[in-house]
């Protein structure tokens, strides 16, 4: 019955994921899109590491573009592929449920399917996918760890086996956590939040080894980054955690200030601070103070002081890939505590009763985090028509009016893939030199026109508002699209300078030969 409740999940999950590309390819003349700029970078990446060798959007040289290591080098065995990276969330999605499904193998199989489905639907899997991007595997790495994690705790010092097969045991688990703190922190840097949470509760326990191993996976894959980016004369961090690392109020205030637009969020932070109370309790009903039940109560803690430094240090959002992963383990200590435990839970109430409370909790807790999947799910293909019309639309028109050419961007993902020209990012996430100098000098009108005649750049395609006041006055517009039901990009509004009267007048030319083949419902003004 588990094994049919897991193959349903999973092919819901496929199922949703193929009639989503199937409806946005057919509503983009065939061009499937995914829903944000950003998996163009990786794409870009993947492609230039596969096929020249380098790690960076163009052959031209390093680029320290994207914080998701493992994703970059996935993307490079399949260079050009723009289809691999949703095969590849597909492929961690189904990995993540069987993973939970394994886990509860014991469990009821109600539990699992709820817990399955709630997996496919809350961070939600199926935006992941058509995210394009490393979050899937993000969550497979997050579930494995926490389910490494408790069974190492549980498995604990036995004294009464032989001294060798304890060592050896202690071994296998060192080398898992090591395998899986390296997976976590080289698919994303936020994996260094869920190995602080799990150092400490592991030390405590008597598992100086495994912690110690996980500890060195997890600096494994960001000391290899730093020490060639560094080579490069880059920074030690990639610069999308320079540029997008969490910045907003003060300190002491970041992850309060986070909360106010995540209502989601509180629920999982509630669910989770109330699975450890009610763990807890009903551990000294019963006397649960064997190895398993305290296990699964330091997950939870695990999982909840993960939410916690994420809200803290880093981003939400961003069409609700962030904190995707952040639900998933929710969802993940929710079904074990169930599926351990069940009516138990309330051991004061009478079993129907405890039942009934337990499901109403849970869909207290849920609420917000079944609203915002229902906009997600609803919003997916406008997201990715808003990249097929404007980044992508960049791109082609770089590539084929524009080649070779030297050009300033603020959104890199769809000019990096489909154009061919040399990038200077303005925004700092594929140009170092650009981030050096804003933050020697903030963004002025000096510093973009020192950098761009540095750069021998003569063509800038620019969310305006972005860089108001800083505009460089001898610069000129010779055009602008516009979207009239802009989502997810930065602004509706793209406006293509030349930096000289000269420079404007072949972008303008450029532009009215591009214009028929933009796509419907693109609004096109070109300077006469």
Same mark, same amino acid.
């Given at each position: 019955?588990?094994?049919?409740?897991?193959?349903?999940?999973?092919?819901?999950?496929?199922?949703?994921?193929?009639?989503?590309?199937?409806?946005?390819?057919?509503?983009?003349?065939?061009?499937?899109?995914?829903?944000?700029?950003?998996?163009?970078?990786?794409?870009?990446?993947?492609?230039?590491?596969?096929?020249?060798?380098?790690?960076?959007?163009?052959?031209?040289?390093?680029?320290?573009?994207?914080?998701?290591?493992?994703?970059?080098? #996935?993307?490079?065995?399949?260079?050009?592929?723009?289809?691999?990276?949703?095969?590849?969330?597909? $492929?961690?999605?189904? !990995?993540?449920?069987?993973?939970?499904?394994?886990?509860?193998?014991?469990?009821?199989?109600?539990?699992?399917?709820?817990?399955?489905?709630?997996? %496919?639907?809350?961070?939600?899997?199926? /935006?992941?996918?058509?995210?394009?991007?490393?979050?899937?595997?993000?969550?497979?790495? &997050?579930?494995?760890?926490?389910?490494?994690?408790?069974?190492?705790?549980?498995?604990?010092?036995?004294?009464?086996?032989?001294?060798?097969?304890?060592?050896?045991?202690?071994?296998?688990?060192?080398?898992?956590?090591? *395998?899986?703190?390296?997976? %976590?922190?080289?698919?994303?840097?936020?994996?260094?939040?869920?190995?602080?949470?799990?150092?400490?509760? @592991?030390?405590?326990?008597?598992?100086?080894?495994?912690?110690? =191993?996980?500890?060195?996976? &997890?600096?494994?894959?960001?000391?290899?980054?730093?020490?060639?980016?560094?080579?490069?004369?880059?920074?030690?961090?990639?610069?999308?955690?320079?540029?997008?690392?969490?910045?907003?109020?003060?300190?002491?205030?970041? !992850?309060?200030?986070?909360?106010?637009?995540?209502?989601?969020?509180?629920?999982?932070?509630?669910?989770?601070?109330?699975?450890?109370?009610?763990?807890?309790?009903?551990?000294?009903?019963?006397?649960?103070?064997?190895?398993?039940?305290?296990?699964?109560?330091?997950?939870?803690?695990?999982? @909840?002081?993960?939410?916690?430094?994420?809200?803290?240090?880093?981003? @939400?959002?961003?069409?609700?890939?962030?904190?995707?992963?952040?639900?998933?383990?929710?969802?993940?200590?929710?079904?074990?505590?169930?599926?351990?435990?069940?009516?138990?839970?309330?051991?004061?109430?009478?079993?129907?009763?405890?039942?009934? =409370?337990?499901?109403? $909790?849970?869909?207290?807790?849920?609420?917000? &985090?079944?609203?915002?999947?229902?906009?997600?799910?609803?919003?997916?293909?406008?997201?990715?028509?808003?990249?097929?019309?404007?980044?992508?639309?960049?791109?082609?028109?770089? !590539?084929?009016?524009?080649?070779?050419?030297?050009?300033?961007?603020?959104?890199?993902?769809?000019?990096?893939?489909?154009?061919?020209?040399?990038?200077?990012?303005?925004?700092?996430?594929?140009?170092?030199? %650009?981030?050096?100098?804003?933050?020697?000098?903030?963004?002025?009108? $000096?510093?973009?026109?020192?950098?761009?005649?540095?750069?021998? %750049?003569?063509?800038?395609?620019?969310? *305006?508002?972005?860089?108001? $006041?800083?505009?460089?006055?001898?610069?000129?517009?010779? !055009?602008?699209?516009? #979207?009239?039901?802009?989502? /997810?990009?930065?602004?509706?509004?793209?406006?293509?300078?030349?930096?000289?009267?000269?420079? =404007?007048?072949?972008? *303008?030319?450029?532009?009215?030969?591009?214009?028929?083949?933009?796509?419907?419902?693109?609004?096109?003004?070109?300077?006469?």
């Amino acid at each position: 019955m588990r094994v049919a409740v897991a193959v349903g999940v999973c092919a819901l999950l496929a199922g949703l994921v193929w009639a989503y590309e199937r409806s946005i390819a057919q509503a983009l003349s065939g061009a499937f899109t995914y829903c944000v700029d950003d998996a163009y970078i990786h794409l870009a990446l993947g492609r230039t590491l596969g096929q020249a060798g380098v790690w960076g959007l163009t052959p031209d040289g390093f680029t320290a573009a994207s914080s998701s290591i493992l994703w970059t080098l #996935l993307l490079a065995l399949a260079p050009g592929r723009e289809l691999w990276p949703l095969a590849l969330n597909v $492929g961690c999605g189904v !990995g993540a449920v069987c993973v939970l499904a394994w886990r509860l193998r014991r469990a009821p199989a109600l539990v699992l399917g709820v817990a399955g489905v709630a997996l %496919v639907l809350l961070p939600p899997l199926v /935006v992941m996918a058509l995210v394009g991007m490393e979050h899937s595997l993000q969550i497979l790495g &997050a579930l494995l760890f926490l389910w490494r994690f408790e069974r190492t705790i549980a498995d604990g010092r036995n004294e009464d086996v032989d001294a060798q097969v304890a060592r050896g045991a202690e071994r296998r688990q060192a080398l898992e956590l090591f *395998a899986l703190g390296a997976l %976590v922190t080289a698919t994303r840097y936020e994996g260094l939040f869920l190995v602080a949470a799990a150092f400490l509760p @592991l030390v405590l326990r008597h598992r100086v080894i495994p912690a110690l =191993a996980m500890g060195v996976g &997890a600096a494994l894959p960001v000391g290899i980054f730093a020490a060639v980016s560094m080579s490069h004369g880059w920074f030690p961090l990639p610069n999308s955690v320079l540029v997008k690392g969490a910045t907003h109020g003060p300190v002491v205030l970041r !992850g309060l200030a986070a909360l106010r637009s995540a209502p989601h969020l509180w629920g999982a932070l509630a669910l989770l601070s109330g699975l450890t109370a009610l763990l807890s309790r009903a551990a000294r009903r019963f006397g649960g103070t064997d190895r398993a039940s305290l296990a699964l109560r330091l997950t939870v803690n695990v999982a @909840l002081v993960t939410a916690l430094l994420h809200l803290q240090f880093a981003k @939400l959002g961003w069409f609700y890939r962030y904190e995707a992963w952040l639900l998933a383990m929710t969802i993940w200590c929710a079904a074990c505590a169930l599926g351990d435990h069940g009516a138990r839970l309330l051991p004061s109430l009478p079993e129907s009763t405890a039942r009934l =409370a337990v499901a109403l $909790g849970l869909l207290v807790c849920a609420g917000p &985090a079944i609203s915002r999947a229902v906009t997600a799910l609803s919003t997916a293909e406008l997201a990715a028509k808003n990249i097929h019309d404007q980044q992508r639309q960049m791109g082609l028109f770089l !590539g084929s009016e524009l080649p070779g050419s030297s050009v300033a961007l603020n959104d890199i993902g769809g000019p990096s893939y489909f154009g061919k020209s040399h990038i200077l990012d303005l925004v700092g996430l594929a140009s170092i030199d %650009v981030v050096r100098a804003l933050r020697t000098n903030g963004a002025s009108q $000096g510093t973009l026109r020192g950098l761009t005649q540095e750069h021998r %750049v003569r063509f800038a395609l620019l969310h *305006a508002k972005l860089f108001q $006041g800083a505009i460089p006055p001898e610069w000129v517009v010779a !055009g602008r699209w516009r #979207l009239p039901d802009n989502l /997810v990009c930065g602004e509706d509004t793209v406006t293509f300078f030349g930096t000289s009267a000269g420079a =404007a007048e072949e972008l *303008a030319a450029a532009l009215r030969r591009f214009a028929p083949r933009l796509p419907e419902g693109v609004e096109v003004s070109v300077a006469p």
